[in-house]
């Protein structure tokens, strides 16, 4: 670990933020191939360092015709570095891409002259780089991982998913190796949420006192109650569920679907499943989910209560269709928090929570949200079942969830947090 200057003046002014998988841009095309929560995540994150007068390079890699340099906000940029070829790279190929970019990023420091006073990577592909870099800046590096491959290999390895299949997709033994280097190497380790420090104690060997919870924040200033222009344009049925998320088997969206089909005898909604890339973007994962999940749909019968949204621009409508939704459902297998549930209460829509989900910290049961072991579809059929009947109870829950976000979860308020870890490692 980094020596600690006490006595020295501990100002930060410039934070390197690496992550280098994934479509990283302003606004966030959400649902494309490696492009979720965590761009969501970073984005703001970097938005909110910047409005506190730090300056912030979010580093990616460079592909396909995006520009080196990209300017956000004031303090904030994106700055890309070109390693291995042309074209798109999912994540879990990423790592083979490291010795590469970092050298070219070497370069680029070099050419423009630039000191940073600490590295924060994401993900074990950037936190990988993030080893290599602070050793050779000689700078504190900060860890965020996001998921964990050992968790992610037990939740995955369940009903249809025999682990053979997922080895070869996930790359689980090379994840498993370099996540422990990690943890033996940075100088701490930003988790977000209490679950993920157990789960890391658990399955890797990692000092306690590195580990630091900080829950993510929410950028209230877009996320809230205040209905705009958008709202207008967009006319769900009653009874409106939503589910916004990749199409991936660790959502777990078929779940929700078979849950759905357990009251379509009882009570009139309707479902939307927003997300995913666009045709041309889409990986065989994404693919083979979406065609499953239509399969399933039709099993069940519930054509006339189902609709695929497709890509929903997370800059522009996304709040409006938080709003106009009655339920907000994270069904997820494999969720490490999940920042959907997040940005749905601050619009006053009511969450269900997958019970392995991180983000499952912040509701309190029948309070401001729902926590349902989303694995068991007879329950979480039960859940959606009781809100769509009770409005009363509806309203309350959704007041709670809008007040919730608001006095303890912008980002504002969240960052001071960050920013003091920072300086303490310097």
């Excluded at 956000?72 to 970019?101: D, H, Q, S, T």
């Excluded at 701490?188 to 829950?215: G, N, P, W």
């Excluded at 045709?279 to 609709?307: G, H, I, P, Y």
Aim: net charge positive; with cysteine.
């Amino acid at each position: 670990m980094k020596t600690l200057h006490k006595d020295a003046p501990k100002k930060i002014s410039r934070v390197c933020i690496l992550n280098t998988h994934g479509y990283v841009q302003y606004p966030p095309p959400l649902g494309k191939t490696d492009t979720g929560g965590q761009t969501a995540y970073i984005l703001q994150l970097a938005k909110a360092l910047g409005r506190k007068n730090i300056k912030v390079d979010i580093v990616t890699r460079r592909f396909d015709d995006f520009p080196e340099e990209e300017e956000l906000w004031e303090n904030v940029k994106i700055v890309r570095i070109p390693a291995g070829p042309k074209g798109f790279v999912v994540k879990e190929k990423m790592y083979e891409l490291i010795p590469e970019l970092i050298e070219n990023f070497m370069l680029y420091i070099e050419k423009k002259r630039k000191k940073y006073d600490v590295i924060h990577s994401h993900y074990w592909d950037a936190g990988y780089a993030g080893i290599l870099l602070s050793k050779m800046l000689d700078i504190p590096h900060i860890h965020t991982p996001h998921s964990l491959g050992k968790l992610k290999k037990i939740e995955m390895s369940v009903e249809e998913l025999p682990p053979q299949k997922l080895k070869p997709m996930y790359r689980y033994h090379v994840r498993i190796a370099i996540e422990q280097k990690i943890m033996n190497k940075a100088d701490a380790i930003v988790i977000i949420c209490e679950t993920s420090r157990i789960q890391i104690l658990q399955h890797y060997m990692v000092d306690f006192e590195k580990l630091h919870v900080i829950y993510p924040g929410i950028d209230i200033e877009f996320f809230n109650t205040e209905k705009n222009e958008a709202d207008h344009k967009i006319r769900l049925k009653k009874n409106a569920l939503l589910t916004i998320s990749r199409f991936v088997p660790a959502k777990g969206l078929d779940r929700v679907i078979d849950a759905a089909a357990l009251i379509k005898n009882k009570v009139d909604f309707h479902l939307y499943m927003g997300g995913g890339s666009n045709a041309e973007q889409k990986s065989k994962e994404e693919e083979a989910t979406e065609l499953q999940l239509k399969e399933l749909v039709k099993k069940n019968k519930l054509e006339d209560r189902v609709t695929f949204l497709g890509f929903v621009d997370h800059d522009k409508v996304l709040p409006a269709y938080y709003r106009s939704a009655d339920v907000f459902i994270l069904g997820g297998r494999y969720e490490p928090f999940g920042l959907t549930p997040l940005e749905a209460m601050a619009c006053g829509t009511v969450p269900i929570v997958s019970s392995v989900a991180g983000s499952r910290e912040v509701i309190i049961d029948g309070l401001n949200g729902f926590i349902v072991d989303t694995h068991d579809r007879k329950a979480l059929s039960q859940t959606m079942l009781k809100l769509l009947q009770d409005d009363k109870l509806r309203r309350k829950v959704s007041e709670n969830a809008a007040f919730t976000m608001k006095e303890h979860y912008a980002w504002d308020k969240i960052v001071e947090r960050m920013i003091a870890l920072y300086k303490e490692l310097m």
